[in-house]
């Protein structure tokens, strides 16, 4: 039998590799490596999404022109004062 001053000590000693022992068991027996791999390395799956959305992008780009909102907001707020100054609905020839 070891004295009680011991067991503090074996404790100390034996615990962490024991932990490691225990851990790297666990992460063989659950395949816990590959599953990391999966989840943080690119596989295919993530490079076809990758693809997918630059070709969304492009067709959006496409389909949508960029117009200048700067002077589209000009023209509205033009439109609207005269909206309220009621000179839209008067007639130009007369």
């Given amino acids: 039998m070891f004295p009680a001053s011991f067991i503090p000590y074996l404790t100390k000693l034996i615990a962490p ?12 027996m659950f395949k816990l490596p590959q599953i990391l791999d999966y989840m943080e390395l690119p596989n295919d799956a993530d490079k076809r999404i990758d693809k ?5 992008q492009m067709i959006a780009e496409d389909s949508h022109p960029r117009q200048d909102f700067d002077e589209r907001i000009v ?20």
Avoid: M, N, P, S
């Fill in 52 to 56: 997918l959305e630059t070709q969304i």
């Fill in 17 to 28: 590799k024991l932990t490691e022992v225990i851990a790297q068991h666990v992460a063989k």
């Fill in 75 to 94: 023209k509205l707020e033009e439109f609207e004062q005269q909206v309220r100054r009621k000179k839209a609905f008067k007639r130009k020839d007369g």
